[in-house]
């Protein structure tokens, strides 16, 4: 009798331990969709508008997490490796590598100023391409595509002299270059006798012109193009290069890379007009190369 009465108090005991907890769910329940529905009539939408809003802000949210997290990883992946960029820059001349390493490491583009003369185009219109386009191209396969920007510009068949007496020049300060690759405009020059201390201060104008309002552009100097069987012309070339190393610029003698002179295998790159064909001016890109990217 007495395992029955103790059965009995055991079985009523849950029991009653089940019908509360059934009944404090059901409490928590009804605060809860009370809740809900204070809060989607202060919001003027009814209680299954407001689930639905949940559910699609929570979704939002997630994307937004997601997108986050994708940036975060892209600029990751774009911070340029340090090692690498040590590399590259290496042999190069230090206030060039600086500002290399400067662009590259903030994620920006180098970009790169080019002036010079006739000889730095497709003077003939042959469909080649000028030295300028393949040097930015080999800089973009070494560095990352997008890492340097080309600007051309060409004063044709002008000397130093007529660019700087007739102002032609003044429209080089609108520019935001990090380097200017300055032609001397020797063989212009050459050819109407522009020579000497003028051209040197004519120079030394344009470039004043190009920094006028970019005084961090580093300015390289480099001469035209050698021409075949010529004496007076490599002197004033060779004056040039002394102009250049007296007044601190960086000069690129790319002669070194052609034929001689006086060698016949010099007319393989160039024209009947003394401009460079494709060989020339793929020549002339492998020359200035190595004061861009370390070989």
Request: charged share 30%.
């Given at each position: 009798?007495?395992?029955?009465?103790?059965?009995?108090?055991?079985?009523?005991?849950?029991?009653?331990?089940?019908?509360?907890?059934?009944?404090?769910?059901?409490?928590?329940?009804?605060?809860?969709?009370?809740?809900?529905?204070?809060?989607?009539?202060?919001?003027?939408?009814?209680?299954?508008?407001?689930?639905?809003?949940?559910?699609?802000?929570?979704?939002?949210?997630?994307?937004?997490?997601?997108?986050?997290?994708?940036?975060?990883?892209?600029?990751?992946?774009?911070?340029?490796?340090?090692?690498?960029?040590?590399?590259?820059?290496?042999?190069?001349?230090?206030?060039?590598?600086?500002?290399?390493?400067?662009?590259?490491?903030?994620?920006?583009?180098?970009?790169?100023?080019?002036?010079?003369?006739?000889?730095?185009?497709?003077?003939?219109?042959?469909?080649?391409?000028?030295?300028?386009?393949?040097?930015?191209?080999?800089?973009?396969?070494?560095?990352?595509?997008?890492?340097?920007?080309?600007?051309?510009?060409?004063?044709?068949?002008?000397?130093?002299?007529?660019?700087?007496?007739?102002?032609?020049?003044?429209?080089?300060?609108?520019?935001?270059?990090?380097?200017?690759?300055?032609?001397?405009?020797?063989?212009?020059?050459?050819?109407?006798?522009?020579?000497?201390?003028?051209?040197?201060?004519?120079?030394?104008?344009?470039?004043?012109?190009?920094?006028?309002?970019?005084?961090?552009?580093?300015?390289?100097?480099?001469?035209?193009?050698?021409?075949?069987?010529?004496?007076?012309?490599?002197?004033?070339?060779?004056?040039?290069?002394?102009?250049?190393?007296?007044?601190?610029?960086?000069?690129?003698?790319?002669?070194?890379?052609?034929?001689?002179?006086?060698?016949?295998?010099?007319l393989d790159y160039v024209t009947e007009e003394r401009m460079p064909n494709q060989d020339g001016h793929t020549l002339w890109a492998e020359a200035i190369r190595p004061y861009l990217v370390t070989q």
């Open positions: 009798m007495q395992r029955i009465t103790l059965l009995i108090v055991v079985v009523l005991t849950g029991v009653t331990v089940l019908v509360g907890r059934l009944y404090y769910q059901d409490q928590l329940q009804a605060t809860a969709d009370q809740a809900h529905e204070q809060l989607a009539a202060s919001a003027g939408i009814d209680a299954e508008e407001l689930e639905v809003q949940d559910d699609e802000e929570a979704d939002e949210a997630a994307v937004v997490l997601e997108e986050a997290a994708e940036e975060e990883n892209e600029l990751e992946e774009s911070a340029y490796d340090e090692e690498k960029l040590e590399q590259l820059t290496s042999e190069l001349p230090n206030s060039i590598a600086d500002r290399i390493t400067e662009r590259l490491s903030a994620g920006e583009a180098v970009r790169v100023l080019t002036v010079g003369t006739r000889s730095s185009t497709d003077a003939e219109d042959e469909g080649l391409t000028p030295w300028p386009e393949l040097l930015e191209e080999e800089l973009n396969e070494a560095y990352g595509e997008g890492t340097f920007q080309f600007t051309n510009v060409s004063f044709g068949g002008f000397t130093t002299e007529e660019i700087v007496e007739q102002n032609r020049h003044d429209d080089l300060a609108d520019n935001e270059a990090d380097i200017l690759l300055l032609e001397g405009f020797n063989w212009n020059n050459n050819l109407a006798v522009v020579t000497g201390d003028d051209a040197h201060e004519q120079i030394d104008a344009i470039a004043e012109a190009a920094t006028a309002d970019n005084s961090d552009l580093i300015t390289v100097l480099h001469p035209s193009p050698p021409a075949y069987e010529t004496s007076i012309y490599p002197e004033q070339v060779a004056d040039f290069a002394d102009f250049a190393e007296e007044e601190g610029y960086v000069y690129i003698n790319h002669w070194e890379a052609w034929p001689d002179l006086d060698d016949e295998e010099l």
